[in-house]
């Protein structure tokens, strides 16, 4: 069984950035996509970013690419979202899922193991 535990959220000024960790417990058995989901307040949870097993592979929505980057650390079984130059329509909470295997989708029910979430504002 997998756990994964998000940190790293909280209020930021637009234009200011904030750093995602996704902490996975539990021995993962096997290679893992980790992917980042947010959902705000009223609205359907949307996927944000995936990334590969080998860190090589990554995937970004459209409304994020270019401000935002996913990584992983598979020696500390630890992913990350870096967000840039956020802006007041990225207030969500953000969560990390992850699914063995290599295939990635942006389908949230794709997904085995999720985090609590984390509550990342963008005041304006």
């Known amino acids: 069984q997998v756990q994964l535990i998000e940190t790293g959220g909280g209020l930021v000024q637009a234009g200011g950035s904030l750093r995602l960790s996704c902490a996975a417990s539990?021995?993962?058995?096997?290679?893992?996509?980790m992917v980042w989901f947010r959902q705000a307040s009223g609205k359907e949870r949307e996927f944000v970013a995936a990334?590969?097993?080998?860190?090589?592979?990554?995937y970004y929505a459209f409304s994020v690419k270019g401000r935002f980057t996913i990584s992983r650390d598979n020696a500390k079984n630890t992913g990350y979202l870096q967000m840039n130059s956020l802006k007041p329509e990225d207030t969500a909470v953000y969560y990390c899922?992850?699914?063995?295997?290599?295939?990635?989708?942006?389908?949230?029910?794709?997904?085995?193991?999720w985090g609590q979430g984390t509550q990342v504002t963008v005041s304006s």
């Open positions: 899922a992850a699914s063995y295997g290599s295939s990635w989708s942006q389908s949230e029910y794709e997904y085995d193991y």
């Open positions: 990334i590969s097993w080998s860190g090589r592979s990554f």
């Open positions: 539990g021995r993962p058995s096997s290679p893992y996509v």
